[in-house]
């Protein structure tokens, strides 16, 4: 199995290919049914609206989600209007009368520009990007701080930028590069260039996207890492965490939940204020292999097969049980301000790829075992709870210690 954290849900993937959601997977239609122990478990996806799709690569943004298909194709469902009303543009399918349909239909399919085939995919709060193979970027849904990359061409209800139109975000390129890897923020959508250059668009208002308090309407190039090369990029509510080719780990934006990892606190910053970007020290020098971002907490895999987090840890997102934390001298709930290694209950399985939703944590290991932790209230961590509305039971609380999750029947 695989699985990924979104906000408020997250999404499994078994060995047979087969995909499954558990929680309240984001504002949409969720708000209409009542608190259920449906939510609560893993419930199989339908594809019967995406011509049954086979899944290659999945990815569950804050309020939606979408699936890559092994032939290019991508799908998209989840929520694509406001609360209040009103298009935000991140299912494009659903048109003008998105109020009236966005009630938890199957998947939809994304209509890509003729010849374009899709080989990557990503999504931050209300917007989704699309990188094809011909190395450009498509993105689509909300454009309030630029997270597009491009004008948009309407107005949502709220008087703001959105588009749901799927159309080309460009790139000022050096002649012999493009577009390689993709990567999102709650408002930021990242680009990594084939030489490594990190660009970003959106929100740089707690500098998420380096030095500056603007925010961009277009790509950017991160200037402070223009002597390194960039391999993966995920941000989180406004910190950003950047993992070099050469297994170092830098992080920028806001830290005072301790989510850039540099051991200081909301005092020490005041004292001696971080840089715009600042290293992620693993203990024992140990290199990474891949980063998730919360929207105030990180969690950061080594190349040893041992995950660590920090951040905000109140609802146990971080995954540092009571025990462990007061023998370091950290109260349950406390900011984790330095990276701490996430003690799973299985001896001889590493971990093999990290996942981080709003607040709440998902890990994979070589095995394909699933183990989660953190918040809990609407479902999101697929363990199964009592049906009725403000359930306090143990499956429905939050999890400060890893839980592993059994393969959906």
Not at 86 to 107: F, Q, W
Request: aromatic letters at 6%; hydrophobic letters at 35%; charged letters at 20%.
């Amino acid at each position: 199995m695989k699985a990924k954290a979104g906000g408020e849900h997250t999404l499994l993937q078994t060995k047979e290919g087969n995909l499954f959601s558990a929680g309240a997977c984001g504002l949409g239609w969720c708000r209409d049914l009542p608190l259920t122990k449906d939510l609560f478990a893993f419930r199989p996806v339908s594809f019967s609206l995406a011509s049954n799709i086979k899944v290659k690569e999945f990815h569950a943004s804050y309020y939606h989600n979408l699936a890559l298909s092994e032939d290019g194709q991508v799908a998209a469902w989840g929520c694509g209007t406001f609360p209040g009303g009103g298009l935000d543009g991140v299912i494009p399918a659903l048109g003008p009368t998105a109020g009236e349909s966005d009630r938890g239909e199957p998947p939809r399919l994304i209509p890509l520009p003729e010849k374009e085939v899709a080989k990557a995919i990503t999504g931050g709060a209300y917007h989704s990007a699309i990188l094809t193979e011909s190395g450009k970027i498509f993105t689509f849904g909300a454009g309030q701080l630029g997270q597009l990359g491009r004008p948009a061409s309407m107005l949502d209800a709220s008087g703001l930028p959105a588009d749901p139109n799927v159309l080309e975000a460009k790139l000022e390129l050096a002649e012999n590069d493009q577009v390689h890897k993709i990567g999102a923020g709650f408002y930021n959508t990242f680009a990594i260039s084939q030489l490594g250059s990190l660009f970003c668009a959106g929100e740089n208002q707690n500098q998420q996207c380096g030095a500056g308090l603007k925010n961009l309407r277009k790509f950017s190039r991160v200037e402070e890492i223009k002597e390194k090369v960039v391999d993966q990029v995920e941000g989180g509510y406004c910190h950003t965490l950047v993992k070099m080719l050469d297994g170092s780990v830098w992080s920028m934006g806001c830290g005072e939940e301790g989510q850039r990892g540099d051991g200081k606190t909301d005092d020490e910053n005041e004292k001696d204020p971080r840089g715009a970007i600042t290293r992620v020290n693993l203990p024992n020098n140990v290199l990474t292999k891949e980063v998730a971002a919360g929207a105030n907490h990180s969690i950061v895999l080594g190349n040893n097969g041992v995950a660590f987090s920090f951040g905000a840890n109140d609802v146990g997102q971080c995954g540092l049980e009571s025990t462990v934390q007061k023998l370091d001298g950290v109260d349950e709930g406390d900011p984790v301000i330095s990276p701490r290694p996430i003690l799973l209950p299985v001896m001889d399985d590493p971990v093999a790829s990290v996942s981080a939703g709003y607040a709440h944590s998902v890990l994979t290991t070589e095995k394909g075992r699933v183990f989660v932790f953190g918040q809990n209230d609407n479902g999101q961590l697929g363990l199964g709870a009592v049906a009725e509305p403000g359930a306090t039971g143990k499956d429905a609380e939050s999890q400060s210690a890893p839980v592993e999750v059994k393969a959906p029947s």
